[in-house]
């Protein structure tokens, strides 16, 4: 099941290249005050839960542990707030490798806090989320970031207005990048490919599908799904690519159903879930399904650069010696610089491994508390395979 391709891009190495581009998570952080319990508890009932723990949580903070692990150089980028439990949240993103250095501060006001009850019975999570008004991240913020530092740019649908004018700061700069290319400026720019957007539809929000023109790749929830009446993948991917008329790579995940996917030229893909001998904790699965996948398309996007390079450089040291056919390579040479700017290297063969990546990934995180020993436990499993 595992091919050669598959053991490549996912390796066993969790280092990370120190001149690596990065892949940035655009949205919340937050803290999750988990309690397990033997079962759902009763209205205006009193037990005793059997674990209780702080943790980082917020879908784009959990989407950079994940890719973290798996070996993605990453960085968050949310608003902060200025208090008590800053150093809680610093500290555990330093634990986990992943930059936060481009985060606004906001002074007094309180850090957005989820309560959250996992039942031991029925494996279910229930979240009760408390955001005092932190403000969201505005463009502003945005443009402070270096673009060039970025391979690939995740964004939780939240905000609408300000994730679009990011998106767009993101598309100008793509566009600025091809420009170059095309002037043949090969020194300072052709290593340099545009950066992948991708966004998870998180919100129940209709609105939020306005965002599709913008992105490359979409993850629509579960949530989302069922809050437009979709109660299937299938039914979602094509209503949503519909309704949305977008030329994006789709996806959708749905807990013990697994996840399916649609290619731009409507391939539909799909993988079942791999539960664990014991579903123990679900909370962020949704995230860990996104990580792995936008670590694993990551990784085929650089090498299909890497070979695409290659093969220019041959073509350049043939170029020496045959003046003629030069004119010829140099348009083959535009004509691959512009594919790549686009999905081109999402092939059906790569979006299936993708998506039975994740599943994998996310299957086993379900098995776990929290993400402490995912990278081990996934290193064994690749192990195994090998
Ligand atoms: N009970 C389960 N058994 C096996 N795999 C699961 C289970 N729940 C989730 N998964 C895996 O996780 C992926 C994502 O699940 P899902 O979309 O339901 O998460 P979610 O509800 O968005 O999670 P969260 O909102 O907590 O991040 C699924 O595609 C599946 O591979
Ligand atoms: C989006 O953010 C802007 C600016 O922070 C705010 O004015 C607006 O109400 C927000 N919209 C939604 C739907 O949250
Ligand atoms: C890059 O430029 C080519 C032509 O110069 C154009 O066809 C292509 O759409 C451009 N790509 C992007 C992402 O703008
Ligand atoms: C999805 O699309 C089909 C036809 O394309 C339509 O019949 C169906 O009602 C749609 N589902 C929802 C929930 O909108
Ligand atoms: C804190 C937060 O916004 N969590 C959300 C993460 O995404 C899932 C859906 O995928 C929501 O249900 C959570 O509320």
């Not at 033997?38 to 702080?54: G, N």
């Not at 095309?182 to 490919?193: M, P």
């Not at 629509?220 to 979602?236: L, W």
């Amino acid at each position: 099941m595992i091919s050669s391709f598959y053991k490549k891009i996912v390796g066993t190495s969790s280092t990370v290249e120190s001149n690596q581009q990065k892949i940035l998570c655009v949205g919340l952080t937050c803290l999750d005050i988990v309690q397990t319990c033997k079962q759902y508890p009763a209205e205006d009932s009193d037990q005793r839960s059997v674990d209780c723990r702080w943790q980082r949580g917020g879908n784009a903070s959990n989407t950079c542990t994940v890719l973290s692990q798996l070996g993605s150089s990453c960085e968050f980028f949310g608003t902060l707030s200025a208090e008590e439990h800053l150093s809680f949240l610093q500290n555990d993103m330093q634990n986990y490798n992943i930059d936060y250095s481009h985060c606004p501060m906001i002074e007094n006001i309180g850090c957005p806090t989820s309560t959250v009850i996992l039942s031991l019975r029925s494996g279910s999570r229930t979240i009760l989320h408390h955001n005092p008004n932190l403000p969201e991240l505005t463009l502003k913020n945005f443009e402070q970031l270096h673009l060039e530092d970025y391979s690939w740019i995740h964004f939780e649908g939240r905000n609408l207005t300000e994730v679009l004018s990011m998106m767009q700061c993101v598309e100008n700069y793509n566009n600025m990048l091809n420009y170059s290319q095309d002037t043949n400026n090969k020194e300072t720019k052709s290593s340099q490919a545009s950066i992948t957007i991708s966004v998870e539809l998180e919100r129940p929000r209709q609105e939020l599908l306005d965002l599709l023109p913008y992105v490359d790749v979409a993850f629509i929830s579960k949530d989302f799904a069922q809050s437009r009446g979709y109660d299937s993948m299938s039914e979602t991917l094509k209503n949503i690519s519909e309704d949305a008329k977008s030329g994006a790579t789709l996806i959708c995940a749905w807990a013990d159903r697994g996840a399916m996917a649609r290619t731009p030229d409507n391939i539909i893909v799909q993988s079942p879930a791999f539960p664990p001998q014991k579903v123990v904790d679900t909370l962020g699965a949704g995230d860990t399904f996104n990580a792995a996948v936008i670590h694993f398309l990551n990784k085929a996007k650089l090498e299909f650069i890497r070979r695409r390079k290659l093969k220019s450089c041959e073509m350049n040291s043939a170029l020496q010696k045959d003046v003629e056919i030069k004119r010829n390579i140099k348009m083959n040479y535009n004509i691959e610089s512009s594919e790549c700017s686009h999905t081109e290297f999402i092939t059906q063969n790569v979006l299936q491994a993708a998506v039975s990546f994740a599943c994998q990934v996310a299957g086993a995180k379900v098995g776990l508390r929290g993400y402490n020993k995912l990278d081990e436990i996934f290193k064994d499993a690749c192990q195994k395979v090998n």
